[in-house]
């Protein structure tokens, strides 16, 4: 068995599409790399192992979530590792390039490795002179790299040489050195989308990464810029909360259970409705301008793109949802005005005579000739769609609410983000919609049509 097998335990967020990691360093501590803010199934991990994290590293100032590694430091006493560049404003050990800490047997070396952010550091871990891995973060990842656009698209040519250099650099490793990447696929800081795998190795990456395929650094940098989607809003301001240095939480967060008359009191006074339930639920009955935003892997990053994260949040739930995770989704992305939800949900609401609104829901043989409107990502839309949708990224919707057609049936893939869309428009005024159950193949498949390709 080789190190990662027996010392290495991948902790996979898959709504981010991230992985953080807990390596065993064999004395019963630990080091941890671009460990979330939500350290749940990190300590599970720990736990099993019997562990105690020692060191907790990030490889550069996240954007899509908020590091652990001040809480790890708080609560395990962990000294964090992290780029003397970032300037972060809480202890930590600053490292350059080149710069090592001793683990206790293995050692951890500093790579500057600057694109994605100034700041970005790869770790390069080694038991003596032999390279065991490489820590990437979100310069090589697999068949990929990460974006270079976050700190501003008058900066994305140049942090896109930076990555092609970075990624070089990472290239003349050993073929065989594992490569460990924080960003995936699913992640919206990957450029283009990541592969499904979580790691790989130096020699697999010059064999298949097409980034690392392009023939000089022009050709590099109009691959990776020209690849480049949206991302959530929340992405601009998460930098500088790490920077700074999240809040330390001091002990395991609850969200309080409100009565129907706090409710109102608190939409009143400009709080947030919320409901997480499942598309049937909010289709069948919900408190008008409630947006709807199912609670599944992918919900801290709706509620980060569509939600503002200095009002407070009220949620409507159904009975069994899971509260915790809830709380910890928001937590992880800096939203921390969470209000509490509905004691009771919707049947106290309704009891209290609370007024309602409905979404029709249809079957892909049922929209005949209405008019239809997709709100997948770009990328997704051009390999294939209904011909004649109109088609608005979801995370656009609110600036352009006032386009989708009357009457509209709204589609995603499967129906969550389309029922968030269609609540966004029934909000801004919209009447009459309907969310299409399931996605476009079934509508080829209801129809016998075929799907149109291209924007």
Same mark, same amino acid.
């Given at each position: ?15 981010l ?6 390596v065993?360093? #064999? ?15 990190l ?49 930590h050990?600053? $490292? ?9 047997? !293995?050692? $951890?070396?500093?790579?500057v490795?600057? #694109?994605?952010t100034?700041?970005? $550091? ?36 140049e942090?896109?040489?930076? %990555? ?16 460990w ?7 919206f800081?990957?450029?283009? &989308?990541?592969?499904?795998r ?7 990456? @010059? ?47 609850? $969200?309080a ?9 608190? !939409? ?19 408190? &008008?301008g ?6 599944r ?5 709706? !509620?980060g ?25 928001a ?6 005005? !969470? ?17 309602? %609104? ?12 209405? &008019? ?11 390999? #294939? ?16 609410a006032?386009?989708p057609?009357?009457?509209a ?11 968030t869309?269609?609540?966004?428009? %029934? ?10 159950? #399931?996605?476009?193949?079934d509508?080829? @498949? ?10």
């Amino acid at each position: 068995m080789g190190f990662a097998d027996d010392h290495l335990t991948p902790l996979v967020d898959e709504g981010l599409g991230n992985s953080a990691y807990l390596v065993d360093l #064999g004395d019963g501590r630990a080091l941890a790399v671009d460990a979330s803010r939500d350290l749940r199934a990190l300590r599970a991990a720990a736990a099993r192992r019997g562990l105690t994290v020692a060191f907790a590293a990030d490889t550069h100032l996240h954007a899509d979530f908020l590091s652990g590694a001040v809480q790890l430091a708080a609560d395990d006493g962990a000294a964090v590792l992290a780029s003397a560049a970032g300037r972060r404003a809480f202890e930590h050990t600053a $490292l350059a390039d080149g710069d090592e800490m001793d683990l206790g047997g !293995l050692t $951890l070396r500093a790579l500057v490795t600057p #694109g994605h952010t100034d700041e970005h $550091l790869s770790f390069l871990l080694l038991d003596g002179a032999h390279e065991l891995g490489v820590f990437t973060g979100g310069s090589l990842i697999v068949g990929s790299a990460a974006r270079t656009d976050l700190l501003g698209a008058d900066r994305a040519e140049e942090l896109a040489r930076d %990555q092609y250099r970075s990624l070089h650099r990472l290239a003349e490793l050993p073929d065989a050195t594992a490569v460990w990447p924080t960003h995936g696929a699913g992640s919206f800081c990957s450029a283009p &989308p990541g592969a499904e795998r979580t790691t790989t190795t130096i020699a697999a990456q @010059k064999q298949a990464n097409p980034l690392l395929a392009a023939p000089d650094e022009d050709a590099f940098v109009r691959e990776l810029l020209g690849s480049l989607g949206t991302y959530p809003a929340y992405f601009d301001g998460l930098g500088e909360m790490n920077r700074r240095g999240p809040t330390v939480i001091g002990s395991a967060p609850t $969200l309080a259970a409100l009565t129907t008359a706090e409710t109102r009191q608190l !939409l009143g006074q400009g709080a947030q409705l919320i409901d997480i339930r499942p598309v049937a639920d909010f289709a069948a009955g919900h408190i &008008p301008g409630a947006v709807s935003i199912p609670l599944r892997d992918q919900f801290a990053t709706w !509620l980060g793109w569509l939600i503002p994260d200095d009002v407070p949040l009220v949620f409507v739930t159904a009975p069994g949802q899971d509260l915790a995770e809830l709380t910890w989704q928001a937590l992880k992305i800096g939203y921390e005005q !969470l209000a509490g939800h509905l004691d009771g949900g919707m049947t106290a609401w309704t009891a209290d005579g609370g007024p309602q %609104q409905t979404i029709e829901l249809v079957t892909a043989d049922r929209i005949a000739e209405r &008019p239809v409107l997709d709100v997948r990502q770009r990328a997704e839309r051009a390999t #294939g769609h209904i011909p004649g949708a109109v088609g608005i990224e979801l995370g656009e919707l609110d600036a352009h609410a006032d386009e989708p057609p009357s009457g509209a049936v709204v589609h995603c893939g499967h129906g969550e983000r389309a029922m968030t869309a269609a609540s966004l428009l %029934q909000r801004a005024g919209h009447r009459d919609l309907a969310v299409l159950t #399931g996605g476009p193949d079934d509508w080829a @498949k209801a129809t016998g049509r075929t799907l149109q390709e291209g924007a």
